[in-house]
């Protein structure tokens, strides 16, 4: 079977299980978005998957995780919370590939999922870096960390 449309097969199930796991992880401002808003959010971020795979184009999903990055970076989310996101999805296809589809299918299916979802994933961090460098937070003193090295004195 072809990957995107095993994944759209999948869709319901790959949406439970990244829920349920994204509810695990007890990420704070998951939690107080609540149920139908999270499920709405992995609905999304599942359909960007799916049109990235099925018109091999990355550039969708790049802007749309830049535009949560800059979302959820102006909602004092920590970008570990918007990660876990990503990550609940990516665990929950991978699970729904290796429990169903054939052995020999694995590669070609993982391989794009997680080409996809790890672009996405590089574009959040990387923008939500740019927006932290930016804020005006105090910056860290990492002097501290070489005490006793010959440039610390």
Avoid: C
């Amino acid at each position: 079977m072809e990957t995107g449309a095993f994944l759209a097969q999948e869709r319901d199930a790959i949406l439970e299980e990244a829920e349920a796991a994204l509810a695990r992880s007890h990420a704070q401002h998951y939690e107080a978005a609540g149920e139908l808003e999270v499920r709405r959010r992995l609905q999304v971020l599942f359909d960007r998957l799916l049109s990235a795979l099925t018109e091999r184009d990355l550039g969708p999903m790049i802007a749309y995780a830049q535009e949560i990055a800059e979302e959820r970076f102006n909602a004092g989310y920590d970008l570990v919370e918007v990660q876990t996101a990503f990550n609940a999805l990516e665990e929950a296809v991978w699970q729904r590939v290796l429990g169903t589809l054939e052995p020999s299918q694995y590669a070609e299916a993982l391989g794009l999922v997680s080409t996809i979802l790890g672009s996405g994933k590089d574009a959040l961090a990387r923008k939500y870096v740019s927006l932290a460098a930016h804020s005006h937070a105090p910056s860290l003193d990492l002097r501290a960390l070489f005490a006793g090295t010959e440039g610390s004195k």
